[in-house]
């Protein structure tokens, strides 16, 4: 089973002066490891995308899924976005502030 994670980034400028929330390193470029929901076991792909509100201290707070093909895989991104780390968005001043992600796409594949 692979997850893959595609997230669109927002430009500095659209965050209102301050940086948005990105993804710390997960090891290989881009990838969650993450199981496929047990109701898909039949289903050999799907695409989700949730948005996570971060904490200042980088650790995710709760996800909202954006897009959900069923099938048990809006609520497995979800969980699997609460075990991720995440670099904070900052202020204009380069203080950590809470703030949404930009939306992130996962690609599940078997």
């Given amino acids: 089973m692979k997850l893959l994670l595609l997230s669109s980034l927002l430009p500095?400028?659209?965050?209102g002066g301050a940086s948005p929330p990105e993804l710390m390193s997960t090891?290989?470029?881009g990838a969650w490891a993450c199981p496929f929901p047990e109701e898909a076991?039949?289903?050999?792909?799907?695409?989700t995308v949730s948005s996570v509100y971060i904490?200042?201290?980088?650790?995710?707070?709760s996800v909202r899924v954006l897009s959900d093909?069923?099938?048990?895989?809006?609520?497995?991104?979800a969980r699997c976005a609460m075990t991720k780390r995440f670099r904070p968005a900052q202020d204009e001043h380069g203080?950590?502030?809470?703030?949404?992600?930009?939306?992130?796409?996962?690609?599940?594949?078997?």
Avoid: L, N
């Fill in 12 to 15: 500095a400028g659209a965050c």
């Fill in 27 to 29: 090891g290989e470029h």
């Fill in 41 to 47: 076991k039949d289903i050999k792909s799907a695409v």
């Fill in 55 to 61: 904490g200042a201290d980088g650790s995710p707070r």
């Fill in 69 to 77: 093909p069923g099938h048990g895989f809006g609520q497995a991104a």
């Fill in 95 to 110: 203080t950590p502030i809470v703030a949404w992600s930009p939306p992130i796409t996962i690609h599940y594949t078997r």
